[in-house]
């Protein structure tokens, strides 16, 4: 029986040539076991190599692209408002069960989208949300994705600037520049640095 990860290699370097039998018979069942292991966490498109850098899983990168390629734009739960997208909501149907074995709090909101991996513990926000009545409000301003590198494919960390301002002590706005996440996880501060663009895999043919 021919492995998934030598399916998926086959079939993106195919991916001009692939009949909708084959798609609906071997590769949508193959793209969708890897979305489930991504969401689970058992797998992941880039991983420390433990000599301090990164190691980018290939085949788990190609089958993410050949889920965009096999998936058409279809109207979906998004949150306040329908969306015209590929990718639905994770949680759009869920039930207790499903969100009591995740072990996480998914505030009102918050909206996490099919093959994202969510930690246990992990406390889901809305981005830019703001509480009426707060103390203390905090805001991200502005931020952006930074790769590990040209042709990775992944997505390594988020330089912020959160705006915090509120009532009483907190009533003077101060702003700061906050990796999510940190080295090692968790929240970090610094400079943010230029990372290379990747290059685009063209999949329209």
């Given at each position: 029986?021919?492995?998934?990860?030598?399916?998926?290699?086959?079939?993106?370097?195919?991916?001009?040539?692939?009949?909708?039998?084959?798609?609906?018979?071997?590769?949508?069942?193959?793209?969708?076991?890897?979305?489930?292991?991504l969401e689970s966490g058992e797998r992941r498109v880039a991983e420390p190599d433990?000599?301090?850098g990164w190691t980018v899983n290939q085949w788990i990168k190609k089958a993410v692209l050949l889920y965009f390629r096999i998936n058409g734009n279809q109207v979906v739960d998004g949150g306040p408002a329908l969306a015209f997208d590929k990718v639905p909501l994770r949680f759009?149907?869920?039930n207790d069960a499903e969100l009591q074995g995740l072990g996480a709090r998914v505030v009102p909101g918050a909206l996490v989208r099919r093959g994202a991996h969510v930690?246990?513990?992990?406390?889901?926000?809305?981005?830019?949300?703001?509480?009426?009545g707060a103390d203390v409000r905090?805001?991200?301003?502005?931020?952006?994705?930074?790769?590990?590198?040209?042709?990775?494919?992944?997505?390594?960390?988020?330089?912020?600037?959160?705006?915090?301002?509120?009532?009483?002590?907190?009533?003077?706005?101060r702003t700061?520049?906050?990796?999510?996440?940190?080295?090692?996880?968790g929240?970090?501060?610094?400079?943010?640095?230029?990372?290379?663009?990747?290059p685009v895999i063209d999949l329209a043919g």
């Open positions: 029986m021919q492995s998934i990860e030598s399916l998926i290699e086959d079939a993106f370097e195919r991916r001009n040539e692939l009949t909708q039998a084959e798609i609906e018979t071997h590769l949508r069942p193959a793209v969708e076991q890897v979305i489930n292991l433990g000599k301090g759009a149907h869920g930690a246990k513990d992990a406390v889901l926000m809305p981005y830019g949300a703001g509480w009426p905090l805001q991200a301003q502005a931020g952006r994705w930074v790769g590990i590198g040209e042709g990775s494919g992944r997505l390594r960390a988020r330089p912020v600037e959160v705006a915090a301002g509120g009532r009483g002590p907190s009533a003077r706005p700061a520049t906050l990796w999510l996440p940190a080295e090692g996880g929240l970090g501060d610094g400079p943010v640095e230029t990372a290379p663009l990747a």
